[in-house]
C-alpha cells in the first residue's frame, strides 16, 4: 500500500506514540525495573541512531502521571510504527504500553 498523498506541499506522514503505565508498571525499583529500563533506554537509542525516531524522551510529570514517554517516528505504515514499539523491551515486558496516531508535519520541522 502506497503512503497517501501529503494534504500540502512539504509535509511528511509521521507518528507519534505517547508511552502510557502497563499492566506491569510499579513505582518501585526493582531489579527488574531496573533491567528492564537499562534495555528500552538502548532500545530507543538505536531506533533514534538508525534515522526511525525523531524525538524521544519522557514526560516531566509527577511521578503518578499515567504518562510516561513520547516518541515522534518517521515509518513506512502504521504497522511499522506499531512494530517499532512493539519491539520495546519495556512494552514486550508489560511496564510500559502505547497509544500511536499519525500525523502530518512539515519536514524542515523534523529534520528529514
Keep these: ?31 527488574f525495573v531496573r533491567e528492564t529500563q537499562d534495555r528500552h533506554l538502548a532500545y530507543n537509542d538505536e531506533m533514534y541512531r538508525k534515522g526511525h525516531y525523531k524525538l524521544v524522551g519522557p514526560f516531566h510529570q509527577p511521578h503518578d502521571s499515567r504518562w510516561r514517554g513520547i516518541i515522534l517516528m518517521k515509518a ?14 519495556a512494552v514486550q515486558a508489560g511496564r510500559l504500553a502505547y497509544e500511536i496516531s499519525s500525523l502530518w508535519l512539515g519536514k524542515e520541522t523534523v529534520g528529514d
Design 76 to 89: 513506512e505504515s502504521m504497522e511499522q510504527a506499531s512494530a517499532f514499539m512493539d519491539g520495546d523491551p
Design 1 to 31: 500500500m502506497s503512503a497517501p498523498e501529503a494534504p500540502a506541499p512539504g509535509l511528511g506522514l509521521y507518528y507519534l506514540a505517547i508511552y502510557i503505565r502497563g499492566a506491569k508498571w510499579s513505582p518501585e525499583v526493582t531489579d
